[in-house]
Nanobody
Framework: QVQLVESGGGLVQPGGSLRLSCAAS????????MNWYRQAPGKERELVAV????????NYADSVKGRFTISRDNAKSTVYLHMNRLKPEDTAVYYC???????????WGQGTQVTVSS
């Protein structure tokens, strides 16, 4: 069974940093691209970052470009989101996801809360 477990969220001051982790199990992690999404209250879920299966290609939402970095460690079946120079508007629940295949749908973690506030 596919399982994604996020961790690393918390309360941080503006300008601070956090690293989110997503531990994956139940599938061949190294064969899949992985995504980070976030959802703030009253807003649509937003795709934040994408990383290719081998980690060689990444893409970011304009709102986080230059501040966030997605990475992965295939040996540990873990994907990370390094968040720097955080802003209050980054406050959201952050979700790790694995894209759908011909055989099953998109999988989501439980989410981890990030709150940026002074």
């Amino acid at each position: 069974q596919v399982q994604l477990v996020e961790s690393g969220g918390g309360l941080v001051q503006p300008g601070g940093s956090l690293r989110l982790s997503c531990a994956a199990s139940g599938f061949s992690f190294s064969l899949y691209a992985m995504n980070w999404y976030r959802q703030a209250p009253g807003k649509e879920r937003e795709l934040v970052a994408v990383i290719s299966s081998d980690g060689d290609s990444t893409n970011y939402a304009d709102s986080v470009k230059g501040r966030f970095t997605i990475s992965r460690d295939n040996a540990k079946s873990t994907v990370y989101l390094h968040m720097n120079r955080l802003k209050p508007e980054d406050t959201a629940v952050y979700y790790c996801s694995r894209p759908s295949t011909d055989y099953d749908g998109t999988f989501w973690g439980q989410g981890t809360q990030v709150t940026v506030s002074s």
